[in-house]
């Protein structure tokens, strides 16, 4: 299994995060602010856990957001 980590930035709007994170995972609206907060507060945040391939695809398109993302296998 993957790890989606959002990390946090300083350039994005909260409410830009916000709907990025529910457009790319389908999370309510209270998960992706609590991920959004918590990679605020920690440096970065797991948006979600999956398999390498849907991991991978769901980091570029936080990039494709404009959201900084990364992936690691646990």
């Known amino acids: 299994m993957w790890e989606v980590l959002l990390h946090n930035d300083d350039h994005n709007e909260m409410e830009h995060v916000l709907l990025s994170l529910r457009i790319v995972f389908s999370h309510p609206a209270q998960?992706?602010?609590?991920?959004m907060i918590e990679a605020h507060q920690r440096g970065s945040a797991v948006a979600e856990v999956e398999g390498r391939s849907e991991a991978?695809?769901?980091?570029?398109q936080l990039r494709g957001f404009g959201l900084s993302s990364s992936t690691r296998k646990i």
């Open 31 to 35: 998960l992706a602010c609590k991920i």
């Open 56 to 60: 991978e695809k769901h980091c570029a």
